[in-house]
């Protein structure tokens, strides 16, 4: 038990000084101005619930001047009208319907690669449906990738959960990415792939970096454009770059634990769910994170030495607090800490497993086929 103790404290280290490092230099992007053309593009499939609040948002940008371009991707419920009856008041924004799937591609990358071929601006900011912009995001974005010469700029918006399954399952995006990607050696190492991540709800390209690059249809099979779409930029010689996101825009990705469940599995096997890294993320994440319940329950029985094993719990619980914090999440997630790590450690390793016995993954009534 003193080993594991131990083992507990150091786990519990890497996160809490990484996340406190990542804590004073990812900053909001600074306030700008500008006049170049920021195209705001909204792939949409049966986001009829979800469009109005997002159309209302990206309209209300200020800073610098915006066109909205909704791609309907074959909804069956109201989305096209909402956008089209807004539109007919509003010229900056337009809806272009998505053509039916090529073989080869996934549905979202399919749909923002039509969405790119229909923007005029500068800049490229695309946006989940489900995403409410701040007035000043799309300036402030684009103010920031020209400050820092980034093909790419990317945060993570605030994360609003209102059920107690996405109190479970949401407050892992930012856990990874604040407590395990060290940012000051991404932006060191600007042309890495390994080091290059994005949040898929909030990023904004250059648009000629991303012509140059194939953008969404360099990864057409991807399902998960956070991940690879830094990588190809980054293999392409271009700078990619994080922000803080939370004062720029807000986003209830899911309405309960089941839609979570579905919607992070599908990402699974392109982050985590490989054979070579699941092994290595569950030391990480249930050493400094479960272990150090454990060992001090032990200690209070006598069975562990007090010092570490307190230490690290205090490190786990402290970490998630200050990153709870930082992001604007509820805080009701923080009580909630050790089992928003089992739920994502038992989800990584069921999406593992599942493409052994099925061989697909499903999303907005779509069947992709993944790789082992």
């Known amino acids: 038990m003193t080993l594991l103790a131990w083992l507990a404290l150091a786990l519990a280290l890497l ?39 997002t159309l209302a948002a990206a309209l209300a940008s200020t800073g610098t001047p915006v066109e909205v371009v909704v791609a309907d991707d074959h909804s069956t419920d109201g989305t096209p009208e909402i956008v089209a009856d807004l539109a007919a008041r509003d010229p900056r924004l337009r809806l272009v319907a998505v053509p039916a799937l090529p073989p080869g591609w996934t549905g979202k990358n399919h749909a923002c690669h039509v969405l790119a071929g229909a923007a005029r601006g500068r800049h490229l900011l695309f946006i989940d449906a489900d995403v409410r912009l701040a007035p000043h995001a799309a300036a402030a974005l684009a103010g920031e990738a020209t400050r820092r010469g980034a093909a790419l700029v990317s945060g993570v918006p605030r994360q609003v959960t209102a059920s107690p399954g996405e109190r479970l ?26 080091l290059g991540t994005a949040c898929g709800q909030l990023v904004l ?26 990588r190809v930029f980054r293999r392409a010689g271009l700078r990619t770059d994080l922000v803080a996101g939370a004062g720029l825009a807000e986003c209830r990705m899911y309405d309960g634990f089941a839609p979570a469940w579905a919607g992070f599995s599908k990402n699974a096997h392109e982050g985590l769910a490989t054979p070579r890294a699941l092994p290595v993320w569950t030391l990480l994440l249930a050493g400094g994170h479960l272990l150090p319940i454990l060992v001090s ?17 205090a ?19 923080i009580p909630l800490h050790p089992a928003i790590v089992a739920v994502a450690l038992a989800l ?5 497993l599942r493409p052994r016995r099925a061989g697909v993954a499903q999303w907005k009534g779509r069947t992709y086929p993944v790789s082992d």
Not at 22 to 36: F, I, K, S, Y
Not at 207 to 223: E, M, Q, V
Not at 315 to 333: C, H, K, M, N, P
């Open 315 to 333: 490190l786990s619980f402290g970490t998630r607090t200050a990153i709870t914090v930082a992001a604007r999440e509820d805080w009701r997630t």
């Open 205 to 230: 390209i250059a648009a000629d970096a991303y012509r140059a690059t194939g953008g969404h249809g360099a990864i057409r099979a991807g399902l998960h454009d956070g991940v690879q779409l830094p």
């Open 15 to 53: 996160p809490a000084v990484t996340a406190a490092v990542n804590l004073v230099v990812l900053r909001p992007p600074r306030p700008a101005t500008g006049e170049d053309l920021v195209s705001i593009l909204i792939p949409a499939r049966n986001e009829a619930a979800n469009l109005g609040p």
């Open 348 to 352: 990584q390793w069921n999406a593992l």
């Open 297 to 313: 329950a032990a200690a209070l029985a006598g069975a562990a030495p007090a010092g570490p094993a307190f230490a690290a719990l």
């Open 169 to 194: 399952t949401v407050p892992t995006i930012n856990l990874l990415l604040l407590g395990y990607l060290p940012v000051p050696l991404m932006r060191r190492r600007p042309h890495d792939p390994s």
